[in-house]
């Protein structure tokens, strides 16, 4: 498809009709059509499982609607002619991106400077004794995974509450938990935060694009991490779902409740949780990205760890691969918006997440 533009003619996506980046599998398309296409061949390859449509084929894929529906999207990306072929036999990229390669012997002082709060208080740490008997209790122990490993894998490196004399985190313990579900909602989304902001590789992405980042991301990294932190069922049943609030809110809350029991029941252990995480946060379809080709090349990465990861560590369960993928729709599925309403509206005011996540940003850079 082009568009005539006075004398010039633009090159418009042929899956969403947003500008195109080039010819890519075969097709004009733009950078993020592009990239759903090849993370969509190559997860094909790694799960056999299919995307599957809600409303039966009939989604409209344009500019504003592409990622409501990765069902139709796929199917848009074929009827237009992308090869498959041409993903299956390209050649993975060998990068020698500075963000892809961190020094392993970084200082602990130097980490905890990293996370340190901008209001200056001191950060509470969690001991080695109290979350290795958390795990316990939850069941997600790692194994015996040496800390110098962990350090080698840039996603994973000094991200996981294990290794706490790693790790300050702004969470002591379950067992101390704020009270008031919303205060504990409060402290987990900018636990979240804090989060991506330990890992190397994002923090050398420029300004932009780790601001976009995370306003794309944020409402998934927090519900992985309510689930990683356990945050109480019972507790987000009674503090946002009232008979007395919007249907659509209710609706949302018990979507919440549902993933939080899933990944639960998963058995879900940290180095999954790391790579969840990373996999929601590196969005290489965000409109906008300066470098959107590297944040596709973090998100395959860490793609591939986890299924090493799963296929090394988990090799009694066949189907764990998929099923933790499987997980990520439904969690995409709960509303940003009702997830500010029902559990951040009370802490934050009306202040928008992403406004807030914006001028954190910004004032990590000054």
């Known amino acids: 498809m082009e568009e005539a533009i006075g004398h010039k003619t633009e090159s418009l996506c042929k899956v969403c009709g947003d500008k195109a980046s080039g010819k890519h599998y075969g097709v004009s398309s733009c950078d993020g059509c592009r990239g759903f296409f090849k993370r969509s061949i190559r997860r094909y390859i790694f799960r056999n499982l299919e995307y599957v449509c809600k409303e039966s084929g009939r989604c409209v894929v344009d500019v504003t609607r592409r990622n409501q529906c990765q069902a139709c999207r796929f199917k848009k990306c074929l009827q237009v002619n992308m090869k498959r072929d041409a993903v299956q036999h390209e050649r993975a ?22 996370l340190a709060l901008r209001d200056g208080r001191k950060e509470d740490e969690v001991s080695s004794s109290e979350e290795i008997s958390q795990e316990k209790r939850d069941g997600t122990s790692d194994g015996p995974m040496s800390v110098n490993a962990r350090l080698e894998l840039p996603i ?10 790693l790790v300050p985190v702004d969470l002591p313990c379950m067992s101390v938990f704020a009270e ?31 601001s976009i980042l995370l306003e794309e991301s944020w409402s998934e990294l927090f519900v992985l991490t309510a689930s990683q932190w356990a945050l109480p069922v019972d507790e987000v049943n009674n503090a946002v779902a009232p008979t007395s609030r919007h249907p659509v809110l209710e609706e949302d809350a018990r979507k919440l409740r549902e993933v939080i029991s899933r990944l639960n029941m998963l058995r879900v ?16 379809e965000s409109r906008g990205l300066c470098e959107p080709a590297h944040v596709e090349l973090l998100q395959d990465q860490t793609h591939v760890m986890l299924h090493e990861y799963c296929a090394e560590r988990q090799s009694h369960q066949k189907a764990r691969f998929g099923k933790l993928l499987l997980a990520l729709p439904a969690i995409q599925n709960i509303s940003r918006r009702s997830l500010e309403e029902l559990l951040f509206k009370q802490t934050v005011g009306e202040v928008a997440i992403d406004k807030l996540l914006g001028d954190l940003a910004k004032a990590s850079y000054t």
């Open 269 to 284: 252990d940290h180095t999954e949780h790391a790579c969840l995480k990373a996999l929601v946060l590196f969005k290489a």
């Open 156 to 165: 994973l490196s000094n991200v996981e509450p294990k290794h706490a004399g």
């Open 180 to 210: 008031n579900t919303y205060e504990s909602a409060a402290k987990l989304l900018f636990l979240a935060i804090k989060w991506a902001r330990t890992i190397p590789s994002f923090l050398q992405l420029s300004q932009r694009d780790q």
């Open 93 to 114: 990229p060998r990068s020698s991106h500075p963000a892809l390669h961190y020094p392993v012997d970084k200082p602990t002082s130097h980490i905890k400077q990293d």
